[in-house]
């Protein structure tokens, strides 16, 4: 990897993250949260901190706020649009140095949708939403639960696992790699891409994972074009070869929005299943209650997703002048919005510290976003966090953590990236219809 692509990491990343550890040191929230790994992994008392010192913080580095309402009101406000790294105050020479080494098509640079802003994200979002409708998730119900017994079946009676590994990330591999007509065998190679490129969602991550997801992001970029080609040729029944059939989206677009489904599609539901077996062993009482009214299985999930949310925070910037809680904003002003501390509002959710799978309003958290960028995938993801938990927890009563599972060393990403098990016996009778 040559020598444009370090000045690259160091014009959208390095500087940054220099900046992020000296302000961290100084006691500024926004630079602990993305550069304290002790806060990384438990964020909630920082971000009650942030909470405590107004509804809109001012940092060097942009405005943040983690009251529920206005980060509500701000993701769907179309005055704002969406951010991304080089949206970062970056000395103007260095900026132009990420344009002398360009990524191939990736989840976090255009053309893919999580980071444009209308008419071009409405062209894209449009292109896919067919796949996401209530009626196309209801088909892939059944694959869902097959591939969970699949799962199940294939882990040990009173043996050990590790429950991302061998579990979380497999239900969600699955049935996304089949969605976009991707081979079976190349699940595996999609996993390793996925953990190498969720780095780049955070801001000032170091060099070497940096160079890790440039190298997962050339190898996706190469095997992408080989697929888009075969699609051409024996078009399949899957989202991706009707969207290269349809001859709407050129190769970059396809590429962008192949490679953002499936991050998107596998790598938060990945988070939401392991936060979910971790939260609930943790609370033996909300799991007794969950097998004694297993209709409360969905509600339990969007508690996991207020509670524990696998994905932290997101940001806005000004697209003209605006005005939030009477501060005038120029155009390109920056917001962080905590997803994860306006899911914990009190003014919103009662006892927000507590985690109570029956909670009567758990479904008003804002961790798949809201407005036109709110999650295409959030009904799937919620599908299969719900048939994958309750099966495990069916399958395998006994279940205990061996020792504390591994977080993740992300902040936007919230989740584990080991978790071994003692699986326990195998209860003989594990139909779990959801």
């Not at 009101?73 to 080089?86: P, Q, T």
């Not at 970056?90 to 132009?96: G, N, S, V």
């Not at 170091?206 to 080989?226: G, K, L, N, Q, T």
């Not at 009477?326 to 501390?341: D, F, H, V, Y």
């Amino acid at each position: 990897m040559g020598p444009l692509y370090w000045m690259r990491w160091m014009s959208v990343q390095g500087v940054p993250r220099l900046a992020l550890k000296a302000y961290a040191r100084r006691g500024d929230p926004l630079a602990q949260l993305f550069g304290d790994p002790a806060v990384t992994h438990d964020p909630y008392p920082l971000l009650e901190s942030i909470r405590a010192r107004g509804r809109l913080v001012r940092t060097p580095f942009a405005w943040v706020t983690a009251e529920h309402d206005l980060c509500r009101n701000i993701l769907r406000d179309n005055a704002m649009g969406v951010v991304s790294a080089e949206s970062f105050d970056i000395p103007r020479p260095l900026r132009k140095l990420t344009a002398l080494a360009p990524l191939p098509p990736n989840p976090m640079e255009p053309p893919s949708m999580l980071v444009i802003d209308p008419p071009e994200h409405s062209r894209l979002r449009r292109s896919v939403s067919a796949a996401f409708t209530p009626r196309a998730i209801g088909r892939l119900r059944d694959r869902v639960e097959s591939v969970t017994e699949e799962l199940l079946d294939a882990l040990p009676s009173n043996g050990s696992a590790d429950l991302v590994a061998d579990f979380a990330a497999q239900v969600p591999i699955a049935i996304i790699s089949e969605m976009l007509g991707f081979p079976h065998s190349t699940k595996d190679r999609f996993l390793g891409w996925g953990d190498a490129i969720s780095p780049l969602l955070d801001i000032g991550i170091p060099w070497r994972s940096y160079r890790s997801a440039v190298a997962a992001i050339e190898e996706m970029d190469e095997f992408a074009d080989e697929h888009i080609a075969q699609l051409r040729r024996t078009p399949g029944e899957d989202i991706l070869s009707s969207l290269v059939t349809a001859g709407e989206l050129d190769d970059q677009d396809l590429k962008a929005t192949a490679s953002l489904l499936m991050g998107a599609g596998f790598e938060t539901t990945v988070n939401l299943i392991g936060n979910a077996v971790v939260q609930l062993l943790a609370h033996p009482d909300q799991l007794a209650r969950l097998r004694e009214e297993p209709d409360l299985w969905p509600n339990a999930v969007d508690e996991v997703l207020r509670f524990d949310a696998p994905v932290q925070n997101t940001g806005r910037v000004a697209l003209e002048q605006v005005e939030y809680e009477g501060i005038p904003m120029r155009k390109g002003t920056t917001i962080a919005l905590s997803l994860a501390g306006a899911n914990r509002d009190p003014k919103v959710f009662e006892a927000p510290d507590r985690f109570d799978v029956g909670r009567a309003n758990a479904k008003d958290h804002l961790t798949f976003s809201s407005g036109i960028h709110v999650c295409l995938g959030a009904s799937l993801a919620r599908m299969e966090a719900v048939h994958a938990l309750r099966a495990l927890f069916d399958r395998f009563p006994d279940l205990r953590l061996d020792g504390p599972p591994q977080r993740r060393p992300l902040f936007t990403l919230h989740g584990y990236s080991r978790m071994r098990a003692n699986l326990g016996r195998r209860h003989a009778d594990h139909t779990t219809p959801v």
